[in-house]
């Protein structure tokens, strides 16, 4: 379903089918929301990002997508993660930014004006074009138009729409006054959701990816 036919349903399901209760910016913007909130609850989407190495070089850009890390290899072998505490704790020397050899461990900082990943030891000469893999659970892309497609257009998690469909008629009924029936109705559309969550972790949570995008200083291809 595109953007238009889940407002449609979403409508339906708000038993409100002519859309006069809340606007078409409403539905749209809620449906937002829902789609960004089942990426999150299902992990049903992932990217690999592959990330060119330069000797000497211990922080990298990660995509701007990044949800949580999944998996980090380089030459195939996994890296371990670890905290920053640990890291320093580690430092062979007065800083550990001084320690080259070949990445063991990594840090991510997820803040957004940062959005890194940052490699210890720090890569020495022998890191030159070596390929780092970062794979990560990602935010789906807006949908910032009627016929935008949710969950990034992936045709694997077309019969998960509905769970953003359930998602977004819940919160839509939230706008309204409370009554029984209209709880009756979103504790209805909750379970819905939650058993479109388990199908979608169960089915494709460890098996959707897209295609790599590679990180060259500062040029992206695809």
Request: proline share 5%; with cysteine; glycine share 4%.
């Amino acid at each position: 379903m595109n953007r238009s036919e889940l407002r449609i349903l979403v409508a339906r399901l708000c038993e409100d089918p002519n859309q006069t209760k809340f606007t078409a910016d409403k539905y749209n913007d809620t449906l937002e929301l829902s789609q960004r909130q089942f990426a999150i609850d299902s992990k049903a989407l992932f990217k690999d990002q592959s990330i060119v190495m330069s000797p000497m070089t211990a922080a990298y850009a990660i995509n701007s997508d990044y949800l949580m890390d999944k998996l980090v290899t380089l030459n195939g072998e996994e890296l371990d993660p670890i905290s920053r505490n640990t890291l320093q704790a580690k430092r062979k020397g007065g800083n550990w930014s001084d320690d080259l050899g070949t990445p063991a461990w990594y840090v991510i900082d997820p803040e957004e004006a940062k959005k890194t990943i940052t490699l210890y030891p720090v890569p020495d000469s022998s890191a030159a074009g070596t390929a780092l893999i970062v794979t990560y659970y990602c935010l789906p892309a807006a949908m910032s138009t009627d016929a935008s497609v949710p969950l990034n257009s992936s045709t694997l998690l077309v019969g998960y729409h509905e769970g953003i469909a359930y998602k977004c008629a819940d919160m839509m009924l939230g706008y309204l006054q409370q009554t029984p029936e209209i709880q009756a109705k979103r504790n209805d559309l909750q379970g819905r959701y939650i058993g479109k969550i388990n199908e979608a972790i169960q089915q494709f949570g460890t098996t959707k990816s897209e295609p790599m995008s590679f990180h060259v200083s500062n040029v992206r291809v695809r």
